[in-house]
């Protein structure tokens, strides 16, 4: 995804420079659509197999819906009155959280932020070592025909992958940089348009459109349910923009008031977005209706010209690199300045050695930072070689974050910053939605575990 956006998101820095917020509606929206794009739209065509043509498209604008109405709650807790010294900004997620809910929430809210990057990092290398071995499979069908036997296992690309980020880890400040966003957003956007225009042509080519009302039909109910479950989650993971939002905010110009140009933003994003998905889990549904691979483009294995399909996997290859980086920086930059706080004296925590290596610039190596972030990318490589289940990863993820982080925290943000009186209509109705959203949340969860464990079993 144009996952970087979401970086800087973590840090509860207090140094907070006085940049001089020069954004308007127009780079708010490009933020968003970087930020939300992303390697979710590869399993919109699978999420739309299972629900059919109904229930799919109601589906994905139900999620879209629910993140607009969030994101509206949202902009309004971006600055508090202060009486003493005028409204009060916040500049991030977890600030605005711990301001109006306190310390206690705002650690749960926190432990969920950095529990999702960690998921985001282990679902991005599952994805890199799908698109690696899909480059692999089109090379080999391609030149030793489609009967040839091409199959590849994954753990050895995971690895490789695993490699290549705990060398990139040991860079501090990674996240800092900013073409990253733009390599991501350029990337993200190539893949997915390839993934569509192929679909495209697998439609022409095979004359009528795929796919049933209904959708997949499996053995059991039970069954169906389960994956219906899977297919809200991983539309959920796709959405995932309540998180970024106040720290896109924080980089417009007022007046206007930030509220009502960052509205704007949210309602044009939403659409673009919503829009755009359509477009990529319908057009992936018609080719291939019930076989819809989990990853949209794994499925044109046999597909010519093999290039263009080696083209959109490099491209996930090359955005998921930074990704991967971009959400795991932000959890570093916490764990090492908590640390830091907790042990002002020690040197293994402190000290910075400076290496000097042939043909390098001179490199500060710490030896916490070579330790921990070692051990992290080893244990979400570790796990991803354990778990290499692409769409009921992403089901769990969005299952885990999707309440909590885009319902429950905005309504309750809202509800303390307004002095809502209970059981007034707004009031009602603003539990109401908490509270769908925590039984859809459940679902999509309990339905995703089930799906990795079958498939841990099968």
Avoid at 130 to 154: E, M, T, V
Avoid at 247 to 276: C, G, H, R, Y
Avoid at 287 to 299: E, I
Wanted: aromatic letters at 14%.
């Amino acid at each position: 995804m144009g996952e970087d956006q979401k970086a800087p998101l973590l840090q509860s820095h207090h140094h907070h420079h006085p940049t001089k917020r020069t954004g308007t509606v127009w780079t708010a929206v490009a933020h968003v659509v970087t930020g939300v794009i992303g390697s979710g739209v590869l399993s919109l065509a699978w999420s739309m197999a299972q629900l059919g043509w109904i229930g799919g498209p109601l589906a994905m604008i139900l999620f879209a819906s629910v993140t607009l109405l969030s994101s509206l709650l949202l902009c309004n807790t971006y600055r508090s009155p202060d009486p003493e010294y005028g409204p009060h900004r916040h500049p991030s997620y977890l600030q605005a959280v711990n301001l109006h809910l306190g310390a206690k929430k705002g650690r749960l809210c926190g432990f969920l932020v950095q529990l999702s990057l960690y998921g985001f990092g282990v679902a991005y290398i599952v994805t890199a070592a799908i698109s690696i071995r899909a480059i692999l499979k089109s090379n080999c069908y391609h030149y030793d025909g489609q009967g040839a036997a091409c199959s590849f296992g994954d753990a050895y690309y995971m690895l490789i992958f695993g490699i290549i980020q705990i060398v990139l880890s040991q860079i501090p400040n990674f996240h800092n940089i900013e073409w990253l966003s733009i390599v991501a957003a350029v990337m993200s956007f190539t893949y997915a348009f390839i993934g569509m225009a192929l679909a495209v042509a697998q439609i022409i080519g095979n004359g009528f459109i795929k796919g049933s009302a209904g959708g997949v039909s499996t053995h059991s109910m039970a069954e169906k349910v389960w994956l219906v479950a899977q297919a809200l989650g991983d539309i959920a993971f796709s959405y995932p923009f309540s998180v970024i939002l106040i720290e896109i905010q924080d980089t417009l110009k007022s007046p206007p008031p930030e509220n009502q140009t960052m509205k704007k933003a949210s309602t044009i994003s939403v659409i673009i977005t919503t829009f755009f998905y359509l477009c990529c889990g319908c057009s992936g549904y018609a080719a291939f209706g019930s076989d819809a691979p989990g990853n949209l483009l794994t499925g044109f294995g046999f597909y010519e010209p093999y290039w263009l399909v080696d083209l959109a996997n490099a491209c996930i290859v090359v955005h998921l690199v930074g990704a991967y980086q971009v959400y795991s920086q932000a959890l570093f930059a916490n764990f090492e300045d908590w640390f830091r706080y907790r042990y002002p004296e020690s040197a293994f925590v402190n000290q910075t050695y400076t290496l000097k290596l042939p043909f390098l610039p001179p490199f500060g190596l710490n030896l916490l930072r070579l330790s921990f972030r070692t051990a992290y990318v080893a244990s979400s490589t570790l796990i991803a070689m354990i778990f290499p289940y692409f769409n009921q990863i992403l089901g769990v993820l969005g299952g885990i974050i999707f309440w909590p982080l885009t319902i429950y925290f905005p309504v309750e943000m809202y509800l303390s910053q307004y002095d809502i009186e209970a059981w007034t209509t707004k009031w009602v109705l603003l539990r109401i939605f908490s509270i769908s959203g925590f039984v859809v949340g459940s679902f999509t969860l309990v339905g995703s575990i089930e799906g990795v464990i079958s498939a841990k079993l099968s």
